[in-house]
């Protein structure tokens, strides 16, 4: 399977500069090969290089290896397609690859520059390192809005072997709680609530000063990059959130012979009739992204994962198996109408939903056992 390791680097000031300054340099270079490739119809690498390698290094000061670089990049890029002409932006990715980039040490990397190698600290987990060792040597350096640098490198890393599971620990996504599963865990914070809140009233206001700034003939220009920020602090502390919750899930299952049973994504939306209020939450909490990292977590450990009709999962009791919508006659709770069981509510459609998966998981498997024998 393939994954994107991100890996965060520490420049100085200096370096941080230098890097931005390669970056620019390196985008204006492709962009103007791409437009002379064009031109002349050229997407041939050695052509390329015989036409234009010393203009890269003399107009653009690139280092032989990133002129090399750059002409494998956009000779690749432009033979992709010939009836588009290649536009790289001003800080579009910058490519790295082993010759001009080395991994020092645990901690340390080195990076070709304009001006020469420098080397600067990054930070990386065990788990990463291990598997940075699997990438192909490619990474792409990327700066984030906020100022931020990264690696981006894409490694391929072997996927286990499925276990074969007997049981289920079935998920239950929600609107008031984001995920319960079937031991009764229930994933949600304060915490996330409190961001909820935080960034709502932040957006609202800085939309009406916009707004306000557009009624004055004013260029909301500031006020628009604050908005930008935002709202991708928010989404990247959902994608925290929700790697801690995926995370956490497939421990949970790894090692006891149980899989993972989510409910279908599309019928999540159907599920529940949601108040406004809870519209508003529902639409801004990204469960597409939850179950994508609960996936591929799985698969790397090796946890089969199964999608389940939810049909009736909120209304069934796991006790006695009596379907009534009134067995959810208050918010929240859980109360069978014939034998008086009671639960979180949530709990109980967890529990259902890892008997559904159960049963499916028997329909699909044992005929395949009984064919294998
Ligand atoms: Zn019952």
Request: aromatic letters at 8%; proline letters at 3%; charged letters at 30%.
């Amino acid at each position: 399977m393939k994954l994107t390791l991100q890996i965060q680097l520490f420049p100085d000031k200096e370096q941080a500069e230098l890097l931005q300054l390669t970056m620019e340099r390196f985008n204006d270079a492709r962009s103007w090969l791409a437009k002379r490739a064009f031109e002349l119809g050229v997407a041939n690498k050695v052509k390329l290089q015989q036409l234009f390698y010393y203009d890269l290094r003399e107009k653009f000061g690139l280092s032989a290896q990133m002129a090399a670089l750059c002409i494998r990049h956009v000779g690749g890029t432009y033979s992709r397609d010939k009836s588009v002409k290649p536009v790289f932006r001003k800080h579009a990715a910058m490519l790295y690859d082993s010759r001009i980039m080395t991994i020092k040490s645990a901690c340390r990397v080195s990076l070709l520059t304009l001006e020469g190698r420098v080397i600067m600290p990054f930070v990386m987990g065990k788990r990463q390192q291990e598997r940075f060792n699997l990438a192909k040597g490619q990474s792409d350096l990327v700066r984030r809005r906020d100022g931020k640098w990264f690696l981006l490198a894409t490694v391929d890393v072997p996927d286990k072997t499925p276990i074969p599971a007997t049981h289920f620990i079935g998920v239950d996504l929600g609107v008031v709680n984001i995920a319960t599963d079937s031991d009764g865990e229930i994933y949600t914070s304060d915490k996330v609530e409190e961001f909820r809140q935080h960034y709502r009233k932040t957006r609202r206001s800085l939309q009406k000063k916009a707004a306000k700034r557009k009624r004055t003939g004013k260029r909301p220009k500031k006020i628009r990059r604050k908005l930008r920020d935002l709202s991708g602090r928010e989404r990247r502390f959902k994608a925290d959130t929700n790697h801690c919750i995926s995370k956490r899930i497939v421990e949970k299952a790894t090692g006891t012979n149980r899989g993972i049973a989510v409910e279908e994504l599309t019928s999540i939306r159907k599920r529940i009739r949601f108040r406004k209020a809870q519209r508003d939450r529902m639409s801004k909490w990204s469960f597409a992204e939850l179950r994508g990292f609960t996936e591929y977590k799985a698969k790397l450990a090796g946890v089969p994962v199964i999608a389940v009709d939810p049909r009736n999962t909120s209304r069934t009791c796991p006790e006695c198996g009596h379907i009534d919508r009134g067995n959810r006659l208050v918010r929240g709770i859980f109360l069978c109408r014939q034998c008086g069981h009671f639960d979180h509510a949530d709990v109980v459609g967890a529990i259902n939903i890892a008997s559904a998966a159960k049963v499916a998981w028997q329909e699909v498997a044992e005929p395949q056992l009984e064919k294998a024998a």
